[in-house]
């Protein structure tokens, strides 16, 4: 007896009509006509049915507070930081714990149920390491959330900071993080990077930088964030956030850090729509879009990945929990428009991020675990242009989340009287 049977589903690989049946938490069949009597059904009636959305790069800790103390008038990166500086000092758990369960409920609602989170470990108190860690027990049972150890100060500039990264860590923070391009300089960014890929081999963790995030060509700390990986073996341990430096290095320097960068198997995770906001804020015109290399860096063979990065916090005053906006701005900035380019930017908000993550069991195959999202569009690239509604987001089987269809009402004289969504008027390819 299946607990549950999806019917009629279109999945992301272009399969058609199938039927998934779940019991016990696990998909354990994909196939059309499924012939079986669940205990309940959903018809899926020929809309996309995908795994989750997985945002692997986010700030959990600041998501909710733009405003606190004040706004970011200028929109730059660094007054972002100098904000969240002045707030973090007098910034309770509680409130840190009760924005970040609100963000949960949205991600949710979304479809987005794997999250990675830089918690800053800058303020010797780790309040912010103590909300996160209650928040990651809390949403247990619908999100999978994993939190890295942030020395947004920088691990060399900040006093304590060192030491702080280590406590977080003893305090069960799964990943080493790092922001080398702020140290003081650019030995000491080089020094940090090789200090935390020490530390996470000694303790069999992964690495999740903030490297590069800069407009300066000669920030080439991925080079060695590369060199340091192969070097402790963490290869396929390691993720490189931002890269935006690589948007503005030269073409004869890339050829060489590509293929370094693939041999150490680096993750790379780009976040469209900070980078767009915040890079190339010294530049009149031309002015530079400020994301990394990902056309180039998938052709090499790297996994690439797209984060959503900030939701209403100090550096970004917009944001939604929604994946599929996130995809929408990497086609516009990396022009990667063509039908196959989309189909790979679906895989980085999807299977690609859940490699980044480490997941287990992701996916939409017989064996997986049974989380879906059933949208209301019928393929990937009508996802991304349209940014649908979620019908229904599952989780081990069960419903835990819906909304209804956004349908449009018409009282135009020999026109339809209603439209689905914006499908009516999608070209067939």
């Known amino acids: 007896m299946f607990d549950l049977i999806v019917r009629n589903a279109n999945l992301p690989d272009g399969r058609k009509g199938v039927d998934i049946g779940i019991q016990g938490g696990k998909i354990i069949a994909v196939e059309p006509n499924l012939q079986a009597q669940p205990r309940e059904e959903i018809d899926a009636s020929g809309r996309l049915v995908s795994p989750p959305f997985v945002d692997p790069h986010f700030h959990m800790d600041a998501t909710l507070s733009l405003g606190l103390p004040r706004m970011n008038l200028s929109g730059t990166l660094l007054e972002g930081i100098a904000l969240w500086g002045e707030l973090r000092p007098i910034v309770t758990k509680e409130e840190l714990?009760?924005?970040?369960?609100?963000?949960?409920?949205?991600?949710?609602?979304?479809?987005?149920?794997?999250?990675?989170?830089?918690?800053?470990?800058?303020?010797?108190?780790?309040?912010?390491?103590?909300?996160?860690?209650?928040?990651?027990?809390?949403?247990?049972?619908?999100?999978?959330?994993?939190?890295?150890?942030?020395?947004?100060?920088?691990?060399?500039?900040?006093?304590?900071?060192?030491?702080?990264?280590?406590?977080?860590?003893?305090?069960?923070?799964?990943?080493?993080g790092g922001i080398p391009h702020f140290e003081r300089t650019m030995g000491e960014g080089t020094a940090s990077v090789e200090a935390l890929c020490r530390i996470a081999a000694d303790r069999g963790l992964p690495v999740d930088m903030h490297c590069d995030e800069t407009d300066d060509p000669l920030s080439r700390h991925i080079e060695t964030l590369a060199a340091e990986t192969i070097r402790f073996g963490l290869q396929g341990r390691v993720a490189g956030s931002h890269l935006t430096s690589m948007h503005s290095m030269d073409n004869y320097y890339v050829s060489k850090l590509i293929p370094l960068m693939a041999e150490a198997e680096i993750n790379v995770i780009p976040n469209p729509l900070i980078n767009i906001m915040l890079q190339g804020r010294h530049d009149t015109y031309p002015k530079r879009r400020g994301m990394t290399r990902v056309r180039e860096l998938m052709d090499a063979g790297l996994n690439v990945s797209f984060g959503h990065d900030c939701v209403m916090d100090p550096w970004y005053s917009m944001g939604s929990g929604d994946m599929l906006e996130v995809g929408h701005m990497a086609i516009h900035v990396a022009q990667m428009a063509g039908i196959d380019d989309k189909k790979r930017i679906f895989d980085a908000l999807t299977v690609n991020s859940a490699k980044t993550m480490g997941l287990e069991g992701y996916g939409l195959e017989k064996g997986c675990k049974a989380d879906l999202v059933i949208l209301q569009a019928s393929d990937t690239l009508e996802a991304l242009r349209l940014k649908p509604n979620r019908l229904a987001v599952i989780r081990r089987g069960k419903v835990i989340a819906r909304s209804a269809p956004r349908i449009g009402e018409l009282f135009l004289e020999g026109r339809p009287a209603r439209i689905d969504g914006g499908l009516d008027y999608v070209p067939r390819y």
Do not use: W
Request: aromatic residues 8%.
């Open 97 to 176: 714990v009760d924005r970040a369960l609100r963000y949960c409920d949205l991600a949710v609602a979304q479809g987005l149920l794997f999250i990675r989170s830089h918690v800053d470990t800058s303020d010797p108190r780790l309040v912010t390491v103590e909300a996160m860690i209650e928040v990651r027990e809390k949403v247990a049972p619908y999100i999978d959330l994993q939190l890295v150890a942030f020395p947004q100060d920088g691990y060399y500039r900040s006093p304590g900071a060192i030491d702080a990264l280590n406590r977080a860590l003893d305090m069960g923070v799964d990943i080493v």
